[in-house]
């Protein structure tokens, strides 16, 4: 049994070439439609034909309707006419026979035997055909399509939907579409294209998820590292004044100044228990606690020097000095920074 069903594809043929041979509505049809797809078009007749917006490329009336007689000379016709639009690169892409439609019965005759012709140059060369109405010489078939609209009067949606009789019963395929097409929302279409936006939304917001990840994942390792058993005690702060003299005094006072007002930031309690001063406001050292849940925490990574380059007010000269401070910090105990 021949296969009667048809694998249905959705081809973009760009920069490639649709044969259409014949006339009236149904050539105009053909040719829009192939055009929509992206596709050149040739129109092949044997006179110029009225409102068709297409290539036109004559043909002798004899190709187009022979005789018995005419088949060798035929033959030949046809098979110049293909090499010539085919073209050295093979940009013919489908031929597509419009004027053998039931409905026109003047030389039926000759037009069989035309299409033949082209059916068996066409499988020579691997082209599919269509011939209306003659389902035993297709290689492929039209069907009956629909392509929804959105807000955009110049666009139409990606969204289009097709119906196939596999080239029998056409008429039928389109009365199916037509119900089909009065069955869906209007803004089917529009649905179509915010999803495609949608896609792409989600696909940039992958892209920062996955620059985030490694974030995370630093992040995540440091709050799987054991909790230090004094986190959440207290902690004594001692600041002596490193080398720079009376300025690195003075920069020592600002440094316990600091610590102060970001205990206060974290609504902490301070307490000096020992200070040093060296008479113009600078502290040559100073120990204080600082009160509080998880003072001990943020402070224990305090330890370390401070260091300042300034021109100092102890300075006459306006030259820039570089001073320092050194402070620790350790639950409820000391810890030299």
């Given at each position: 049994?021949?296969?009667?069903?048809?694998?249905?594809?959705?081809?973009?043929?760009?920069?490639?070439?649709?044969?259409?041979?014949?006339?009236?509505?149904?050539?105009?049809?053909?040719?829009?439609?192939?055009?929509?797809?992206?596709?050149?078009?040739?129109?092949?007749?044997?006179?110029?034909?009225?409102?068709?917006?297409?290539?036109?490329?004559?043909?002798?009336?004899?190709?187009?309707?022979?005789?018995?007689?005419?088949?060798?000379?035929?033959?030949?016709?046809?098979?110049?006419?293909?090499?010539?639009?085919?073209?050295?690169?093979?940009?013919?892409?489908?031929?597509?026979?419009?004027?053998?439609?039931?409905?026109?019965p003047n030389d039926a005759s000759s037009r069989r035997l035309r299409c033949e012709i082209l059916a068996k140059a066409c499988r020579t060369r691997r082209l599919p055909l269509n011939v209306t109405d003659t389902p035993e010489l297709c290689t492929f078939s039209f069907p009956a399509s629909h392509r929804f609209a959105t807000d955009d009067e110049e666009n139409a949606s990606s969204l289009q939907l097709a119906v196939t009789t596999n080239g029998r019963g056409c008429r039928l395929a389109g009365r199916i579409r037509r119900h089909l097409v009065a069955s869906l929302p209007a803004?089917?279409?529009?649905?179509?294209?915010?999803?495609?936006?949608?896609?792409?939304?989600?696909?940039?917001?992958?892209?920062?998820?996955?620059?985030?990840?490694?974030?995370?994942?630093?992040?995540?390792?440091?709050?799987?590292?054991?909790?230090?058993?004094?986190?959440?005690?207290?902690?004594?702060?001692?600041?002596?004044?490193?080398?720079?003299?009376?300025?690195?005094?003075?920069?020592?006072?600002?440094?316990?100044?600091?610590?102060?007002?970001?205990?206060?930031?974290?609504?902490?309690?301070?307490?000096?228990?020992?200070?040093?001063?060296?008479?113009?406001?600078?502290?040559?050292?100073?120990?204080?606690?600082?009160?509080?849940?998880?003072?001990?925490?943020?402070?224990?990574?305090?330890?370390?020097?401070?260091?300042?380059?300034?021109?100092?007010?102890?300075?006459?000269?306006?030259?820039?000095?570089?001073?320092?401070?050194?402070?620790?910090?350790?639950?409820?105990?000391?810890?030299?920074?």
């Open positions: 049994m021949p296969p009667v069903a048809s694998l249905l594809l959705a081809h973009r043929p760009e920069r490639r070439t649709m044969l259409v041979i014949g006339d009236g509505r149904l050539a105009q049809t053909r040719v829009r439609t192939a055009k929509e797809a992206g596709l050149e078009t040739k129109l092949a007749w044997n006179a110029p034909v009225a409102n068709i917006s297409s290539d036109m490329h004559q043909v002798s009336t004899m190709a187009l309707f022979p005789s018995k007689d005419d088949k060798e000379n035929c033959i030949r016709a046809w098979e110049h006419i293909l090499n010539e639009i085919d073209g050295p690169d093979a940009s013919l892409f489908a031929v597509c026979v419009t004027d053998t439609l039931v409905a026109v803004s089917v279409g529009l649905a179509v294209e915010r999803i495609g936006e949608m896609r792409e939304l989600a696909k940039e917001e992958l892209n920062e998820s996955k620059a985030r990840v490694e974030e995370l994942e630093q992040e995540l390792k440091i709050l799987l590292l054991p909790k230090d058993p004094n986190d959440d005690k207290n902690v004594i702060v001692e600041i002596r004044a490193g080398a720079g003299g009376d300025e690195a005094a003075l920069f020592a006072a600002e440094v316990y100044r600091m610590y102060v007002h970001y205990a206060e930031s974290r609504r902490w309690r301070t307490e000096m228990i020992s200070l040093n001063e060296n008479g113009i406001g600078g502290f040559k050292e100073c120990v204080f606690m600082i009160t509080g849940q998880g003072a001990y925490s943020r402070m224990k990574y305090e330890s370390g020097v401070h260091r300042v380059q300034r021109v100092p007010e102890t300075e006459s000269g306006g030259r820039i000095h570089t001073s320092g401070s050194d402070a620790g910090g350790r639950g409820c105990g000391r810890c030299d920074r």
